[in-house]
């Protein structure tokens, strides 16, 4: 058939060279992989490490790469499924396949990895409130009526939202004409606001580089990402600006205080500027406030909005990560299409632990809690500060992590791989960036994750090695 008749244009081959380019290179006979299915899952996955498929392109059909490779529409059927159980791809029903974000949050976040000495995650020194804890369970346990706490109960109690009132307010926010809603971790509030205030296909404005979990929400809710551009102190007001500018952007998500993974605390100059942008243009702002608590004397960004703006905040950082509860703060008028769409997601918080969070709360511990792990944060900056002594990184006196930019010798992969091979996790800058370019050779290492100060020494220790040996230790 002659194309050009047919008005195939140059872009159209372009787009058809594109659809195979994931298959560059491949060949069955020369993979160490000797099963045809998984190899193919391993050229996906490497095409999408490469950049050749990138978050929302769409697959060829099963057919279509059935005939391409001349092998059974069967064994195609087995990448595709074993493709979407790693999280590489997704579904749209009569839509077709499509990349997901990657790596999947199973990746970036490796909390069960106990062969390694895991800077990864972030996550609080659980052994500070264990015997606090261990007094409310014991407490809980004592009460009459306790099976009450695992019966239905989508409406939170009254003691469930006095804590709620009492946690917020202390956090400095702004509650007057204001709803409270519980959900279950922040996590499930970034999907719960982002349904909630946003459609399939909206474009959301993100710091450029920003939290993972909401590359991978983004992508598995059918929402485009608008990277915009940081600085020392976080999302750049002008930049928004432009990008607003071009009538695109339904929702704004910004981590104002100890970013995620930069670490960029905003001043109140630039809280006041960006919530100007966000009335100039009546855009929803989502202000992700997990580690606004590292930042007392800062007012929440969301108080300079407070009729476009949603506060969201947990008590995973701050307290404990496996009570999975948030509190969502929002204009009035959203609470029903709040509480629906938390129906929608789990039907409730569990009442056990948002019973224990609750009591913590009103007894003054989980406060207590807070302030010890700041405390904490600080002195583990303090380590990492000696130790990297002549290397560049960016890092608050009490953030829970870092973000260490990396000499021209190393690639964030090749560097995160050497560091794994030696017993040390890390996590990319690819993981966080929402641009779909190029990433910055940068690393987000968490100081709190070790149990003891000699674990997090010695994971330093085999940090600076690297650095010192340079590439040719990869």
Same mark, same amino acid.
């Given at each position: 058939?002659?194309?050009?008749?047919?008005?195939?244009?140059?872009?159209?081959?372009?787009?058809?060279?594109?659809?195979?380019?994931?298959?560059?290179?491949?060949?069955?006979?020369?993979?160490?992989?000797?099963?045809?299915?998984?190899?193919?899952?391993?050229?996906?996955?490497?095409?999408?490490?490469?950049?050749?498929?990138?978050?929302?392109?769409?697959?060829?059909?099963?057919?279509?790469?059935?005939?391409?490779?001349?092998?059974?529409?069967?064994? &195609?059927?087995?990448?595709?499924?074993?493709?979407?159980?790693?999280?590489?791809?997704?579904?749209?029903?009569?839509?077709?396949?499509?990349?997901?974000?990657?790596?999947?949050?199973?990746? &970036?976040?490796?909390?069960?990895?106990?062969?390694?000495?895991?800077?990864?995650?972030?996550?609080?020194?659980?052994?500070?409130?264990?015997?606090?804890?261990?007094?409310?369970?014991?407490?809980?346990?004592?009460?009459?009526?306790?099976?009450?706490?695992?019966?239905?109960?989508?409406?939170?109690?009254?003691?469930?939202?006095?804590?709620?009132?009492?946690?917020?307010?202390?956090?400095?926010?702004?509650?007057?004409?204001?709803?409270?809603?519980?959900?279950?971790?922040?996590?499930?509030?970034?999907?719960?606001?982002?349904?909630?205030?946003?459609?399939?296909?909206?474009?959301?404005?993100?710091?450029?580089?920003?939290?993972?979990?909401?590359?991978?929400?983004?992508?598995?809710?059918?929402?485009? %990402?608008?990277?915009?551009?940081?600085?020392?102190?976080?999302?750049?007001?002008?930049? %928004?600006?432009?990008?607003?500018?071009?009538?695109?952007?339904?929702?704004?998500?910004?981590?104002?205080?100890?970013?995620?993974?930069?670490?960029?605390?905003?001043?109140?100059?630039?809280?006041?500027?960006?919530?100007?942008?966000?009335?100039?243009?009546?855009?929803?702002?989502?202000?992700?406030?997990?580690?606004?608590?590292?930042?007392?004397?800062?007012?929440?960004?969301?108080?300079?909005?407070?009729?476009?703006?949603?506060?969201?905040?947990?008590?995973?950082?701050?307290?404990?990560?496996?009570?999975?509860?948030?509190?969502?703060?929002?204009?009035?008028?959203?609470?029903?299409?709040?509480?629906?769409?938390?129906?929608?997601?789990?039907?409730?918080?569990?009442?056990?632990?948002?019973?224990?969070?609750?009591?913590?709360?009103?007894?003054?511990?989980?406060?207590?809690?807070?302030?010890?792990?700041?405390?904490?944060?600080?002195?583990?900056?303090?380590?990492?500060?000696?130790?990297?002594?002549?290397?560049?990184?960016?890092?608050?006196?009490?953030?829970?992590?870092?973000?260490?930019?990396?000499?021209?010798?190393?690639?964030?992969?090749?560097?995160?791989?050497?560091?794994?091979?030696?017993?040390?996790?890390?996590?990319?800058?690819?993981?966080?960036?929402?641009?779909?370019?190029?990433?910055?050779?940068?690393?987000?290492?968490?100081?709190?994750?070790?149990?003891?100060?000699?674990?997090?020494?010695?994971?330093?220790?085999?940090?600076?090695?690297?650095?010192?040996?340079?590439?040719?230790?990869?």
């Amino acid at each position: 058939m002659n194309r050009e008749k047919k008005g195939y244009s140059g872009l159209q081959q372009q787009q058809d060279v594109d659809r195979w380019a994931w298959l560059s290179g491949f060949d069955a006979r020369k993979c160490q992989q000797p099963i045809l299915y998984l190899a193919l899952v391993d050229q996906l996955k490497y095409a999408i490490e490469q950049g050749w498929l990138r978050a929302g392109d769409r697959l060829v059909t099963h057919r279509e790469l059935s005939r391409h490779l001349q092998i059974a529409v069967a064994t &195609v059927s087995k990448v595709y499924r074993q493709a979407r159980q790693q999280g590489l791809i997704h579904a749209r029903v009569g839509r077709g396949s499509f990349v997901s974000s990657y790596p999947v949050l199973g990746q &970036v976040i490796r909390a069960h990895d106990f062969q390694s000495i895991n800077l990864s995650i972030i996550k609080p020194q659980l052994a500070i409130g264990e015997a606090y804890m261990a007094q409310q369970l014991k407490a809980l346990a004592a009460q009459p009526q306790l099976a009450d706490l695992m019966d239905y109960n989508t409406q939170a109690s009254d003691t469930d939202r006095r804590a709620a009132a009492d946690w917020l307010s202390a956090q400095g926010v702004e509650l007057s004409g204001k709803s409270i809603s519980i959900c279950s971790g922040a996590q499930h509030g970034l999907m719960v606001l982002i349904n909630g205030l946003s459609e399939y296909g909206d474009h959301i404005a993100v710091e450029h580089y920003c939290y993972p979990g909401i590359i991978s929400l983004a992508n598995q809710l059918g929402r485009k %990402l608008i990277a915009i551009e940081m600085d020392e102190q976080g999302m750049i007001p002008q930049a %928004l600006d432009k990008a607003c500018a071009q009538g695109l952007i339904k929702l704004l998500i910004v981590v104002a205080s100890h970013q995620n993974p930069t670490t960029a605390v905003m001043s109140i100059a630039r809280r006041k500027a960006l919530a100007k942008i966000v009335k100039k243009y009546a855009i929803h702002l989502i202000d992700d406030d997990v580690y606004g608590f590292l930042s007392p004397q800062l007012p929440a960004l969301a108080n300079f909005a407070p009729e476009q703006s949603f506060y969201l905040t947990s008590l995973s950082k701050s307290v404990f990560p496996g009570l999975r509860v948030a509190y969502i703060v929002a204009p009035a008028q959203y609470k029903i299409r709040i509480e629906a769409q938390i129906r929608q997601s789990i039907w409730m918080p569990a009442p056990l632990t948002l019973a224990l969070a609750s009591r913590l709360i009103l007894a003054g511990q989980a406060a207590e809690i807070q302030r010890l792990q700041s405390e904490l944060a600080i002195k583990r900056q303090r380590i990492a500060a000696k130790m990297l002594i002549g290397f560049n990184y960016l890092a608050q006196v009490n953030s829970y992590h870092l973000w260490l930019l990396l000499p021209d010798d190393f690639s964030s992969e090749s560097f995160c791989q050497a560091l794994e091979q030696r017993g040390v996790l890390v996590s990319s800058s690819a993981y966080f960036n929402a641009q779909q370019q190029a990433p910055c050779a940068a690393v987000r290492i968490s100081l709190m994750a070790p149990a003891t100060e000699d674990e997090l020494v010695f994971g330093l220790k085999i940090v600076v090695a690297l650095l010192v040996e340079g590439v040719t230790a990869v």
